[in-house]
């Protein structure tokens, strides 16, 4: 089977039933670089049959330097058109991306193991979101103020670094790279080692939409190439998503060239169930905080206090509705959970479960490798998605970010008990709270420390709201009008129209 894309070509070999990359997966200058470093490829693995789909090599000094250089002539470029102009080529590239939907969705798929109608709506969240920002580009002129004849207005920062995660692989492409282009800016983008396929998808697209060679370029790598990319002093900003300790030394490379840094790091967010909710629709959203893209999505809601009068139904519930999840290949439409991202992460995940079982959690259902019944994904990373109860505050389970399907479930009698319980964490993505009394949410969502609370629902994040963390989970924000302010910097201009006034 060949899925053939731009100048990338994958295809499943017919008698190993691997899948295979023809192509080097590096794009600057609008080409496809090699890099020269072939021995210390690593091989990137399909999650769903556990075959090599890959080997990715990782780009040295010479491919990171080269690769800015080629992002900086670009952006000297991009830079001088009008707003209209860079509207024009990032509403193309918005247009050809929902054209070839499927076809980017399923090698999402193929790359990370999320089911393919999860697939299908990032690639939407995707084009939406550089629509979004072409919109916005032709807006972005300055300011008259009062004082004199004084002016100012927002200016690219240059070349700006993105560094993804592998759960949303394309759709982070995306969320960088759009605010960046809209601004003014080329970037240089490196998914992560696990899932590095489709970012080459987008570089593809944007330059088949009109974009000048190397506005976006795509580098290969693990740490070192991060770190490459962090220390070059022709990088003026760098954007990461991952986990706390990456993130801690992302800012600290970044800080000593003084670049600008946005970081959306990890999450342990609570979702606070009342007792006068909608209790189906505040079931709806505990699976909907917990489960998607197989648990491995950094604002999830993983843990839902649950107001005790409502405990003992609203748990068998979730328990009925986690054991109808169908778990299998993600490549069928009527599957609803795939595959982990790798052997060792789901071996993790199972880690955190037995410790949880040890420190007296109850396993209510799932927590077990799953193997599904189609032979060829025998070697799938697979885990049946888990309900936990008996939970505390002070269990591992509880306090650290698991990054797999498994839900802690809490009993919680008042308002001010939860909420203090619920703040009691290092981070502060996401937070949710279900309930009928509007002014309960408004104030417990006033109360919750976090970038982002959801009333009555969970996990809704269009491309015109805001998203990003407090305390540990980050800062700055992805997405909205105020995204702007993270890839632009302000230039005032005061222009006297009198004399020079001198005090000497």
Known sequence: VALAYSFMIIYRNVSTGNLVVKEPLNF?????????????????????????????????????????????????????????????????????????????????????GKCITEAEVDIDVAWQCIEYFAGIAPTLAGNLH???????????????VGIGAWNYPFQIAAWKS????????????????????????????????????????????????GTLLCHHPMVAKVSFTGSVPTGKKVMEMSAKGVKQVTLELGGKSPLIIFKDCELENAIKGALMANFLTQGEVCCN??????????????VEEVVKKTKAISVGDPLLEGTRMGALISKPHMEKVLGFINQAKQQGAKVLCGGEPYVPSNPKLKGGYFLSPCVLDNCRDDMTCVKEEIFGP????????????????????????????????????HRVAENLQAGTC???????????????????????????????????????VVVEMGDVECHF
């Not at 839900?407 to 964490?425: G, I, Y």
């Open 146 to 160: 009062v004082y004199s004849f004084t002016y100012s207005g927002q200016e690219p920062l240059g070349v700006c």
């Open 454 to 492: 959801f009333i009555n629902n969970y996990n809704v994040s269009p491309v015109e709201v805001p998203f990003g963390g407090y305390k540990m989970s980050g800062f700055g924000r992805e997405n909205g009008m105020v995204t702007i302010e993270y890839y632009s910097q302000l230039k005032t």
């Open 28 to 112: 600057w200058g609008g080409a496809r670089v090699k890099s020269k470093d072939t021995k210390n490829s690593e091989p990137v693995y399909e999650p769903a049959t556990g075959r090599v789909l890959c080997d990715m090599i990782p780009c040295g000094e010479e491919e990171v330097d080269q690769a800015i250089k080629s992002a900086h002539s670009a952006f000297l470029k991009w830079s001088k058109l009008a707003g209209m102009e860079r509207a024009r080529i990032m509403l193309e590239a918005a247009r050809i991306i929902r054209e070839r939907r499927s076809e980017i969705a399923r090698l999402e798929v193929i790359n990370n």
């Open 406 to 441: 498994v839900m802690s479930v809490l009993p919680f009698d008042t308002e001010e008990e939860v909420v203090q319980r619920a703040n009691n964490t290092t981070f502060g993505l996401a937070s949710g709270v279900f309930t009928r009394d509007i002014a309960r949410a």
């Open 178 to 225: 759009a605010p960046a282009l809209a601004c003014g800016n080329a970037m240089v983008f490196k998914p992560s080692p696990m899932t590095p396929v489709t970012a080459v998808i987008l570089a593809e697209i944007y330059k088949e939409a009109g974009a000048p060679d190397g506005l976006f370029n795509v580098v290969q790598g693990a740490a070192e190439t």
């Open 301 to 314: 809601g993983t843990r839902v206090f649950v107001q005790r009068e409502i405990m003992k139904p609203f």
